[in-house]
């Protein structure tokens, strides 16, 4: 009787415990909402009230006057992604652009679900932000940005000087639709 109370003890806890682990994360594939996401990772809730984004980026994002649109392929398994998810939606909520529409698209742990819009951006890593406007991929943050992900998405979106940014960045990477002066980089007898 002892053997059989232990057994069921073990199954139990062993069940407890893979219920516990399998709450903590969620696999989201496919089309998503920032609801359902928010609400599948609690974490990634937490670190979006705790961001604060620097104000110029957000302002110069609140500015935008013309229609884009983002796709933000995510990793909801990651909890590396916790933070550079948060600092995109704070800095989207903050901004509160409507002019900015935002397609969430959840990715499977192999990163080969939903295999048609993978395939079909080139997404190899999550997190991955794609700017798109007026017809055209304006950029990307794939992994991680280059300084912040609200100086990066100003630059990509409004052509704001990323601060402390590696400026070879910007001289290797086709940046002509910006509006801003290029002059400082672009120096005869500079590539």
């Not at 700017?131 to 609200?150: C, F, L, N, V, Y």
């Not at 940014?165 to 509006?179: E, I, V």
Request: with cysteine; charged share 20%.
């Amino acid at each position: 009787m002892r053997r059989i109370s232990t057994t069921v003890f073990g199954a139990g806890l062993m069940l407890a415990v893979a219920l516990l682990f399998s709450g903590q994360e969620a696999v989201l594939t496919g089309p998503l909402n920032l609801e359902k996401i928010l609400a599948a990772v609690p974490g990634w809730a937490k670190a979006v009230r705790a961001y604060q984004p620097d104000n110029e980026a957000v302002n110069a994002i609140s500015r935008l006057g013309k229609s884009v649109r983002i796709r933000a392929f995510v990793g909801t398994w990651d909890a590396g992604e916790t933070g550079l998810v948060a600092a995109f939606i704070k800095t989207m909520e903050l901004a509160g652009n409507s002019a900015i529409i935002v397609d969430w698209i959840g990715v499977s742990r192999d990163l080969k679900q939903p295999a048609e819009p993978l395939k079909a951006y080139g997404v190899s890593q999550v997190p991955t932000f794609i700017i798109w406007a007026d017809g055209e991929e304006k950029g990307r943050i794939s992994g991680a940005p280059q300084a912040t992900m609200e100086a990066d998405l100003a630059a990509f979106l409004v052509g704001l000087p990323v601060s402390g940014a590696d400026l070879n960045y910007f001289r290797r990477t086709p940046h002509s639709q910006l509006p801003i002066d290029c002059t400082p980089c672009h120096r005869p007898g500079r590539p």
